[in-house]
């Protein structure tokens, strides 16, 4: 395969304002940056009733607590009074008290008590919005959700089965490691897969893009000629990308699809830190319990697949793809996708502004530094 000539690249899915081939990305494989979104805090079993405990989520020391109803609340970790890490703290109810002094917040981070004065002081703890889904616990690191948690499209209004079954780290950039599926040459030169995908890309929304598998794969191939008769059209593969890092792979006959999904999360100095589930739509009864028990057997092992051949990649690659193939083309639309995007900062999640926007910023404060000499 011949490497795309310039203009060829060009032309590909660089008429963005945003991304193109010859400027490098702003965001994807940024260890500064992340995607405002939905990311993943910790299994929902890991916090009970009336539990507080403190976490760390892209950079953000942040202290999360179950109160009586229920409710998962997610606060900045420190007391607005003295700085006391609020996971020290007490939940009362569905409030918080800090340890220190005593303070108590309730669960939209309002203080409500000060126990050496008569009226409460009216200050209010940082309060990030907070979900649950397929047995995890989601916090949307923006003010208001502008997006939903992340869905399987064919499952998004279906009750589902789920497993939660690995936790990983790795040496390189969620966004790295996320393109692994839908980099098609490396099914054949590092899983041994001789299959023949040919991806159509849809944008669901502005955070959210699938890659579908288009073609029937090689009739000759022996491999094929096995699976077939479950397969009636294209052979199912597809990845569902929300928020440039949680993707969900369905693979799968027609009858049976498996939904594996890998959400990471961007660690300190560009690393990853990642969780493997298992989706799969609810089946009624006995036999439905036994046949979800089964594709979620099947699924596990077909996660740790994925994940076991790459380790090796994702030790040691310096990432950057300075030739791209036509191949390549599906990994390019997800950087474009990704690049569009709004971008927040790694520790701060203030938003991200574009080294070009800086300049103009640079540029703005020397003239207006001249003017009033
Ligand atoms: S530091 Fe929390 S009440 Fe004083
Ligand atoms: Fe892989």
């Given at each position: 395969m011949k490497p795309f000539t310039f203009s060829e690249t060009l032309k590909m899915n660089f008429n963005s304002q945003n991304a193109s081939s010859t400027r490098k990305p702003k965001t994807f494989n940024n260890p500064e940056r992340f995607i405002e979104g939905w990311y993943w805090a910790m299994p929902s079993q890991n916090l009970r009733v009336g539990k507080v405990k403190a976490i760390t989520l892209l950079g953000r020391k942040l202290v999360i607590y179950r109160g009586k109803d229920k409710r998962v609340t997610t606060f900045d970790a420190y007391c607005p009074h003295m700085g006391a890490h609020l996971a020290e703290g007490k939940v009362e109810g569905n409030e918080l008290r800090c340890f220190f002094h005593q303070w108590k917040f309730d669960d939209e981070g309002f203080c409500v008590d000060i126990p050496c004065l008569e009226e409460p002081l009216p200050i209010k703890l940082k309060a990030w919005p907070t979900a649950e889904k397929y047995g995890m616990i989601w916090i949307w690191t923006g003010e208001i959700p502008l997006q939903p948690l992340p869905f399987i499209p064919e499952l998004e209004q279906k009750e589902c089965d789920t497993a939660i079954v690995s936790h990983f780290v790795t040496n390189c950039h969620p966004n790295v490691v996320i393109i692994n599926a839908i980099d098609t040459q490396h099914f054949h030169t590092v899983h041994k897969v001789p299959l023949e995908l040919i991806f159509e890309k849809q944008e669901l929304n502005q955070n959210a893009i699938t890659f579908s598998n288009t073609t029937r794969g090689h009739e000759s191939s022996f491999l094929i000629k096995l699976i077939?008769?479950?397969?009636?059209?294209?052979l199912t593969y597809s990845v569902c990308y929300w928020y440039g890092s949680t993707s969900i792979v369905t693979i799968g006959p027609d009858f049976l699809h498996l939904h594996i999904m890998f959400s990471l999360r961007l660690l300190e100095g560009g690393k990853t830190e990642g969780r493997t589930l298992l989706v799969t739509k609810k089946r009624k009864g006995i036999f439905g319990w036994l046949c979800n028990r089964v594709v979620l057997w099947l699924g596990n092992i077909l996660g740790q697949e994925f994940l076991k051949g790459d380790a090796k990649i994702f030790e040691s690659i310096q990432f950057d793809l300075r030739t791209p193939i036509k191949v390549d083309q599906p990994i390019m639309q997800f950087i474009n996708h990704l690049e569009r995007q709004t971008s927040l900062c790694w520790g701060t999640w203030l938003q991200a502004r574009s080294p070009h926007e800086d300049e103009r910023r640079d540029n703005r404060d020397k003239w207006r530094d001249v003017l009033n000499d």
């Amino acid at each position: 395969m011949k490497p795309f000539t310039f203009s060829e690249t060009l032309k590909m899915n660089f008429n963005s304002q945003n991304a193109s081939s010859t400027r490098k990305p702003k965001t994807f494989n940024n260890p500064e940056r992340f995607i405002e979104g939905w990311y993943w805090a910790m299994p929902s079993q890991n916090l009970r009733v009336g539990k507080v405990k403190a976490i760390t989520l892209l950079g953000r020391k942040l202290v999360i607590y179950r109160g009586k109803d229920k409710r998962v609340t997610t606060f900045d970790a420190y007391c607005p009074h003295m700085g006391a890490h609020l996971a020290e703290g007490k939940v009362e109810g569905n409030e918080l008290r800090c340890f220190f002094h005593q303070w108590k917040f309730d669960d939209e981070g309002f203080c409500v008590d000060i126990p050496c004065l008569e009226e409460p002081l009216p200050i209010k703890l940082k309060a990030w919005p907070t979900a649950e889904k397929y047995g995890m616990i989601w916090i949307w690191t923006g003010e208001i959700p502008l997006q939903p948690l992340p869905f399987i499209p064919e499952l998004e209004q279906k009750e589902c089965d789920t497993a939660i079954v690995s936790h990983f780290v790795t040496n390189c950039h969620p966004n790295v490691v996320i393109i692994n599926a839908i980099d098609t040459q490396h099914f054949h030169t590092v899983h041994k897969v001789p299959l023949e995908l040919i991806f159509e890309k849809q944008e669901l929304n502005q955070n959210a893009i699938t890659f579908s598998n288009t073609t029937r794969g090689h009739e000759s191939s022996f491999l094929i000629k096995l699976i077939r008769p479950f397969y009636k059209n294209a052979l199912t593969y597809s990845v569902c990308y929300w928020y440039g890092s949680t993707s969900i792979v369905t693979i799968g006959p027609d009858f049976l699809h498996l939904h594996i999904m890998f959400s990471l999360r961007l660690l300190e100095g560009g690393k990853t830190e990642g969780r493997t589930l298992l989706v799969t739509k609810k089946r009624k009864g006995i036999f439905g319990w036994l046949c979800n028990r089964v594709v979620l057997w099947l699924g596990n092992i077909l996660g740790q697949e994925f994940l076991k051949g790459d380790a090796k990649i994702f030790e040691s690659i310096q990432f950057d793809l300075r030739t791209p193939i036509k191949v390549d083309q599906p990994i390019m639309q997800f950087i474009n996708h990704l690049e569009r995007q709004t971008s927040l900062c790694w520790g701060t999640w203030l938003q991200a502004r574009s080294p070009h926007e800086d300049e103009r910023r640079d540029n703005r404060d020397k003239w207006r530094d001249v003017l009033n000499d």
